[in-house]
């Protein structure tokens, strides 16, 4: 059975940084890409980040450019998301996903299992 478990979530003032993880487990990954979404009250999940297979491409949602950064480590099966200078309207919980592909991908339709998620506040 597939599981996908984040953690790292939490509550963190406005300029702080919080590193999310997500292992997973059931079989083996490392073939395919992954992705970061979040979710807010009353929003529809939104794309934050992916990573190739590899972990030689990424590419970012234009909200989070510059201030989060995906990874990955294949031997471990575990991908994981710094973000940094976080703010209020970062909060959300975020989920972590294995897509169908092996390249990037930003659509929530080509990513075929899903974490639970971990919540992420960001106080003001």
């Known amino acids: 059975q597939v599981q996908l478990v984040e953690s790292g979530g939490g509550l963190v003032q406005a300029g702080g940084s919080l590193r999310l993880s997500c292992a997973a487990s059931g079989r083996t990954f490392s073939i395919y890409a992954m992705g970061w979404f979040r979710q807010s009250p009353g929003k529809e999940r939104e794309f934050v980040a992916a990573i190739n297979w590899n972990g030689g491409s990424t590419y970012y949602a234009d909200s989070v450019k510059g201030r989060f950064t995906i990874s990955r480590d294949n031997a471990k099966n575990t991908v994981y998301l710094q973000m940094n200078s976080l703010k209020p309207e970062d909060t959300a919980v975020y989920y972590c996903?294995?897509?169908?592909?092996?390249?990037?991908?930003?659509?929530?339709?080509?990513?075929?299992?899903w974490g639970q998620g971990t919540q992420v506040t960001v106080s003001s």
């Open positions: 996903a294995v897509s169908r592909l092996s390249w990037v991908t930003v659509s929530l339709d080509e990513y075929r299992y």
